[in-house]
């Protein structure tokens, strides 16, 4: 693979000083990267047969979650672990029964082949906002939201509003 997996890190409220912040809602599912025209697994294994339906009509380099996610917008992890299988008797059924979800939330390489990983984060997601397309007719990939934090109160008002709704988390 071209890229490796960038994984998260303990947040600290001196961290806000430096440049601007967004929160992103942080799916329960399997962090993976759409590139080649497959989707690629943390541990590197090509798991696009497990997921027929996620159809990215694109040649950039994406990363985000694979999720299932319910109809108020929550996953639950252990919904996208029941797509750990090989059997295509069943890939086929849950596809149908609980489609999966990958919900992006970066982009490594346009889709002209242009690395943009020296970018910063927020630059990446308009270059992705202007150069994929993202349809949400069939919700098999969307752009995950980002929410504007201008300090640590805004952190912890959504680290309780995710204890609340009892949610993975935020990241930042």
């Given at each position: 693979?071209?890229?490796?997996?960038?994984?998260?890190?303990?947040?600290?409220?001196?961290?806000?000083?430096?440049?601007?912040?967004?929160a992103?809602?942080?799916?329960?599912?399997?962090?993976?990267?759409?590139?080649?025209?497959?989707?690629?697994n943390?541990?590197?294994?090509?798991?696009?047969?497990?997921?027929?339906?996620?159809?990215?009509?694109?040649?950039a380099?994406?990363?985000?979650?694979?999720?299932?996610?319910?109809?108020?917008?929550?996953?639950?992890?252990?919904?996208?672990?029941?797509?750990?299988?090989?059997?295509?008797?069943?890939?086929?059924?849950?596809?149908?029964?609980?489609?999966?979800?990958?919900?992006?939330?970066?982009?490594?390489?346009t889709?002209?082949?242009?690395d943009?990983?020296g970018?910063?984060f927020?630059?990446?997601?308009?270059?992705?906002?202007a150069k994929?397309?993202?349809?949400?007719?069939?919700?098999?990939?969307?752009?995950?939201?980002?929410?504007?934090?201008?300090?640590?109160?805004?952190?912890q008002?959504?680290v309780?509003?995710?204890?609340?709704l009892?949610?993975?988390?935020?990241?930042?």
């Amino acid at each position: 693979m071209r890229y490796g997996f960038q994984l998260a890190h303990t947040y600290e409220p001196s961290d806000l000083s430096r440049g601007s912040w967004v929160a992103e809602i942080k799916y329960d599912g399997v962090l993976a990267m759409w590139i080649d025209g497959r989707i690629i697994n943390r541990g590197g294994n090509d798991v696009t047969h497990r997921f027929p339906e996620v159809r990215i009509d694109t040649d950039a380099v994406l990363v985000g979650e694979l999720v299932i996610v319910d109809e108020n917008d929550m996953s639950a992890f252990n919904k996208i672990q029941e797509r750990s299988t090989d059997d295509p008797i069943k890939i086929r059924a849950l596809a149908r029964s609980q489609p999966a979800t990958f919900m992006v939330f970066d982009m490594l390489e346009t889709p002209n082949g242009k690395d943009i990983t020296g970018l910063p984060f927020a630059q990446r997601r308009v270059l992705m906002a202007a150069k994929v397309t993202f349809d949400g007719r069939n919700g098999s990939f969307r752009m995950v939201k980002q929410i504007p934090i201008a300090d640590d109160r805004d952190v912890q008002a959504l680290v309780n509003k995710c204890r609340e709704l009892e949610t993975e988390g935020i990241m930042l």
